[in-house]
């Protein structure tokens, strides 16, 4: 099983500013096979990038995706008060499996 | 709009078996690209994948539960079914039914549409 360690576990930021996430593979990941979401509280996860780099119907141009191999990156410019939430990655391989999460507070 | 809605007791007894029900409306559950599946949540932790089922009835799932899941479909009712046995307080959290999607060109996969979630306690 493939095992996603997200980092940091927090990152404390101003609207405004730029967030970078990471996502670390225990083993090399098809880069078409990782995707990201958003998760705020009491709501289920909402998907915003699948194959690594191609944003979902409706996400918004802030939200890029980049990496390849073991490591994955979602970047969010601008931050707005409602990007503030919970972020996974997430990889389809011979099992799915979800990072621990990347929580996003305002600093 | 595709809709997910999940339905089921909110408390299980321990040893006893979880059943979950996952209904699908505003689209069709019977086409080629998509598995449906279910995920759940313990509270404050990430999302733990737990089985994957397809309109014809081909199914994935994860092999650390594999023992203990059963996943079912039925298309006539646009529904799709967990049985998970002999609970125990680890299997308390949040469950959610989803939608996987297969994107032929470029090959991908996602998780396009999830329900509200159904949170399900273990307890006696």
């Known amino acids: 099983e493939v095992v996603l360690t997200q980092s940091p576990g927090t990152l404390s930021l101003s609207p405004g500013e730029r967030a970078t996430l990471s996502c670390r593979a225990s083993?090399?990941?098809?880069?078409?096979?990782l995707a990201w979401y958003q998760q705020k509280p009491g709501q289920a996860p909402r998907l915003l990038i699948y194959?690594?780099?191609s944003r979902a119907t409706g996400i918004p141009d802030k939200f890029s995706g980049s990496g390849s191999g073991t490591d994955f990156t979602l970047t969010i410019s601008r931050l707005e008060p409602e990007d503030f939430a919970v972020y996974y990655c997430?990889?389809?391989?011979?099992?799915?499996?979800f990072g621990q999460g990347t929580r996003l507070e305002i600093k | 709009q595709l809709q997910l809605q999940e339905s089921g007791p909110g408390l299980v007894k321990p040893s006893e078996t979880l059943s979950l029900t996952c209904t699908v409306s505003?689209?069709?559950?019977?086409?080629?690209?998509?598995?449906w599946a279910w995920i759940r949540q313990p509270p404050g932790k990430g999302p733990e994948w737990i089985a994957s089922?397809?309109?014809?009835?081909?199914?994935f799932y994860k092999p650390s539960l594999r023992s203990r899941v059963t996943i079912s479909i039925d298309t006539s009712k646009s529904q799709f079914s967990l049985k998970l046995a002999s609970v125990t307080a680890a299997d308390t959290a949040i469950y959610y039914c989803?939608?996987?999607?297969?994107?032929?060109?470029?090959?991908?996969?996602?998780?396009?549409?999830w329900g509200q979630g159904t949170l399900v306690t273990v307890s006696s």
């Open positions: 505003g689209g069709s559950i019977s086409s080629s690209i998509y598995y």
């Open positions: 194959g690594a780099s």
């Open positions: 089922i397809n309109y014809s009835g081909n199914t």
């Open positions: 989803a939608r996987r999607t297969e994107q032929v060109v470029p090959r991908a996969y996602y998780f396009d549409y």
């Open positions: 083993q090399s990941v098809g880069g078409n096979y």
């Open positions: 997430q990889q389809f391989g011979s099992s799915a499996t």
